[in-house]
């Protein structure tokens, strides 16, 4: 453990270890980006896509006097 303090304390305030903390931060920044939140923000915005599409395809339905029963359209997931 000493030989990691001594370490720190060698290298503290260098421009390396700056550059190097930087990076580090950076990377992990990115990386949790990309891993957790894009996902998320991809499905939310998939959801919200089919919900326009079905309001404007029972729109256009309803404009043509076609009566589109309920659950039309919807994806069920097998249980299990």
């Known amino acids: 453990m000493s030989t990691l303090v001594n370490m720190y304390r060698a290298m503290r ?5 700056l550059l190097g903390g930087a990076m ?3 990377g992990t920044v990115v ?3 990309k891993r957790l939140y894009e996902p998320y923000a991809a499905r939310k915005r998939r959801e919200e ?10 729109a256009e339905q309803h ?4 009566e589109v029963p309920d659950g039309f359209g919807e994806r069920h997931q097998a249980d299990g």
């Open 31 to 33: 990386v949790g980006y």
């Open 63 to 66: 404009a043509k006097g076609i």
């Open 13 to 17: 305030g260098s421009p390396a270890a």
């Open 24 to 26: 580090l931060i950076t």
């Open 49 to 58: 896509s089919e919900f326009i599409a079905e309001y404007i395809f029972r």
